[in-house]
């Protein structure tokens, strides 16, 4: 299985207006659908992101509940906390990322797509891939 970060979903969104990125994230989403999961943290992050952009909360709202259905959603413990800080500590990730990271590695996903953290790395096990 793959996660997919946050800003694949806001570039999918269109909200940022880069219209060549959306196109991407969008074929990345539509390929990824099967095998693919969100963290909690990736549906509040998109919340957080779509929000401060005046995005509708009802749009938002409607969003987060189309994501929860249409992908299996992952959600870290107090072990997933511990295990981002061993990743920022050994790889030097940021904390954010390291969550991600340790949620990959707890849950046996291989990838991680986004375009932030160490992309074209693989960090114990785990690829960072940019689908852009």
Do not use: C
Request: charged content about 20%; hydrophobic content about 45%; aromatic content about 6%.
């Amino acid at each position: 299985m793959t996660l997919i970060d946050t800003n694949i979903l806001i570039y999918a969104s269109g909200v940022n207006g880069n219209r060549e990125r959306q196109g991407i994230a969008l074929a990345t989403l539509e390929d990824t659908r099967q095998e693919g999961a969100l963290a909690v943290q990736v549906l509040a992050e998109y919340s957080h992101v779509m929000l401060r952009n005046r995005v509708p909360l009802s749009t938002v709202r409607q969003d987060v509940l189309s994501l929860r259905t249409a992908w299996t959603i992952l959600s870290p413990d107090a072990k997933t906390v511990g295990l981002a800080l061993q990743g920022v500590e050994a790889h030097r990730l940021s904390f954010w990322d390291a969550m991600l990271w340790a949620l990959a590695k707890q849950n046996g996903l291989t990838v991680i797509l986004s375009e932030d953290g160490p992309t074209g790395s693989v960090v114990d096990q785990v690829a960072f891939r940019s689908p852009f």
